[in-house]
């Protein structure tokens, strides 16, 4: 089978095709054809961590430190990327019962990755489910990354019809989830992000989108009940201001400033700082599965590369242009 490879750490440039053998699936294992994988966030960092910085790194030193031994010091350890993938069923382990040869499939492999592969081996009870009928591979690809970490995320924020919430990072993979999912709750949602995807994020259903090259929306008019920040760009001492007297400040990335804001805010005062991990989980799929047959949740294909353009798949999303996600056809 071909995959794509990424045997040194680097620019796009080191992603190449390789022939690998197919794997053979376990008595408990799926053989997946895979047709569909994308470039997220944990693709880019995981292809050149070498050389992230722990500043660089949305997440406490402490994590970064762990990315590193799992990732590898100085060559990757993870020599395949892809944590999402779509396709169809090509053959089964003699134990599994869920699934049979010919199912459409799509699901998360978190960051053991591995979907850069024409064929997957994947354990029945993984992060994996149907794919809903007349959903293509390209759309079901994207539903088992940005909105799976959104609703995650926002499911424990329990959002009440009516409520103020503001996305920061709205355009990219969760953001994007997210403002769709904060409308399906019944919340008024205002999502913030540059100036060339305002329209975007307007077309994701936000009620207002801030553009915050031109505006700060912690200098605003406006109180919220939830500002769910997904790069960790703005700061507690700025939200307070529009944040309303209980509100909460989410962050999906963040450092140990903000972790100990956590603890800080979970004993004083009403507002509270929450910096929460999604961990990508079955039950999430399948809600966002659910979210999306109802027609509550879109998945927005921005491009799509075939596997021999795996690099220029990832150097565009590298470029900061991407509207929605990329994906890559295997
Ligand atoms: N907590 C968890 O469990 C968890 C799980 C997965 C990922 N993460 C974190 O999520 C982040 C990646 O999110 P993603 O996959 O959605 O990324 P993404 O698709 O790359 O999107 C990021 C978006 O942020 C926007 N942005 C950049 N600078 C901004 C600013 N100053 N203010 C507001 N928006 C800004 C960009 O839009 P514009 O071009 O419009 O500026 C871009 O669309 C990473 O930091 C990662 O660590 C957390």
Redesign the pocket.
């Known amino acids: 089978m071909k995959v794509i490879t990424n045997r040194t750490y680097g620019s796009a440039d080191v992603l190449k095709i390789e022939e690998l053998e197919t794997p053979a699936p376990k008595e408990n294992e799926v053989l997946i054809r895979v047709h569909a994988t994308s470039v997220?966030?944990g693709d880019l960092i995981a292809r050149n961590f070498k050389a992230v910085t722990p500043r660089e790194f949305?997440?406490p030193g402490f994590f970064w430190l762990m990315a590193k031994l799992a990732f590898g010091l100085q060559k990757p350890k993870i020599t395949i990327l892809g944590s999402q993938f779509a396709g169809e069923v090509e053959a089964i382990g003699t134990e599994v019962q869920k699934y049979q040869s010919g199912d459409q499939v799509f699901g998360y492999l978190g960051q053991n990755m591995g979907a850069y592969a024409e064929y997957i081996s994947v354990p029945e009870n993984a992060v994996m489910a149907k794919t809903p009928v007349n959903m293509s591979n390209e759309e079901a690809v994207i539903l088992s990354y940005?909105p799976i970490?959104a609703l995650s995320?926002l499911r424990k924020m329990n959002i009440q019809p009516g409520q103020k919430v503001l996305v920061?990072?709205a355009?990219?993979?969760?953001?994007a989830a997210a403002v769709q999912i904060a409308k399906h709750y019944g919340a008024e949602v205002t999502g913030?992000?540059?100036t060339?995807?305002m329209d975007f994020v307007h077309a994701l259903g936000a009620d207002h989108v801030i553009d915050?090259t031109q505006q700060d929306f912690t200098q605003g008019a406006e109180q919220y009940d939830l500002i769910f920040d997904?790069?960790?760009?703005s700061s507690f001492a700025k939200c307070k201001r529009v944040l309303k007297a209980n509100g909460r400040l989410l962050y999906?990335?963040f450092k140990l400033k903000q972790l100990i804001q956590m603890l800080w805010t979970s004993l004083f005062g009403n507002q509270k700082v929450i910096c929460?991990?999604?961990p990508g989980s079955l039950d999430d799929l399948l809600a966002v599965k659910d979210l999306a047959v109802a027609g509550h949740l879109k998945a927005i294909i921005d491009k799509t590369f075939p596997m021999e353009q795996a690099a220029a798949a990832h150097a565009y999303v590298e470029s900061?242009q991407k509207k929605g996600d990329v994906v890559i056809t295997m």
């Open positions: 997220n966030y949305n997440m940005g970490m995320l920061n990072g355009s990219g993979s969760i953001g913030v992000c540059g060339p995807r915050y997904v790069l960790g760009k999906a990335s929460a991990m999604a900061g």
